[in-house]
């Protein structure tokens, strides 16, 4: 097996996970927002807290939901589940002006490059997640998931909408400040998975 190499970077793409020498990826993060590893970008906060404490986390910025997925299947299932959230901003926030115009740039994507995310990313990004991996978890977080944490008034539609834990098929919702409960939520399927392995050696 190639050594395993400490990672100085997030890995975006299967050869950057080729280059760690990783045979496995914890942790998946989907964000609506192209990736910058600044602490002004909660996509990058979580990821480099969750490596501080030795968990090996991978990014895909900006998945393209309209091709055949393949942003969504090129590094596979993780270990222990995907994380998702719709970028700094809220995706309808980031679309439309409270006049219901639509904006032509976004200041969170390369060139302000408009259209690279989509509305209600959060559901949109978990709804894919949940028919390509049924059995692994999915986290959402961020503003778009904590706003929606609860039945809310929804302004573009123009009607109560119920909790984003529903209309996106996410099994958990982390909101506000993450660091700490995510944290713990990742160590709680470690200890999960672990548990199940040994029930399942244990009934061979």
Request: glycine fraction near 8%; include cysteine; charge should be positive.
């Amino acid at each position: 097996m190639a050594e395993q190499k400490e990672a100085y970077m997030f890995p975006t793409s299967v050869k950057e996970v080729e280059a760690l020498g990783w045979d496995y990826i914890d942790v998946i993060l989907f964000s609506g927002d192209a990736f910058v590893d600044h602490p002004s970008f909660g996509t990058a906060c979580i990821a480099r807290w969750l490596q501080k404490w030795g968990w090996r986390v991978a990014v895909v910025p900006q998945p393209n939901w309209r091709d055949d997925l393949r942003d969504f299947k090129k590094l596979g299932a993780p270990r222990l589940y995907f994380g998702v959230n719709a970028g700094a901003m809220d995706s309808m926030v980031n679309h439309y002006t409270a006049s219901k115009r639509l904006r032509h740039d976004d200041a969170y994507t390369p060139d302000g490059k408009f259209g690279q995310r989509p509305d209600y990313a959060v559901t949109v990004y978990t709804k894919i997640l949940k028919k390509l991996y049924p059995d692994v978890p999915v986290v959402i977080g961020g503003v778009e998931a904590s706003l929606r944490r609860l039945t809310h008034y929804d302004y573009w539609k123009d009607c109560l909408m119920p909790s984003v834990l529903v209309t996106s098929g996410a099994d958990y919702l982390c909101y506000g400040m993450g660091e700490k409960p995510m944290l713990e939520l990742t160590r709680g399927w470690k200890f999960s998975a672990e548990a199940v392995t040994i029930c399942t050696r244990f009934r061979r």
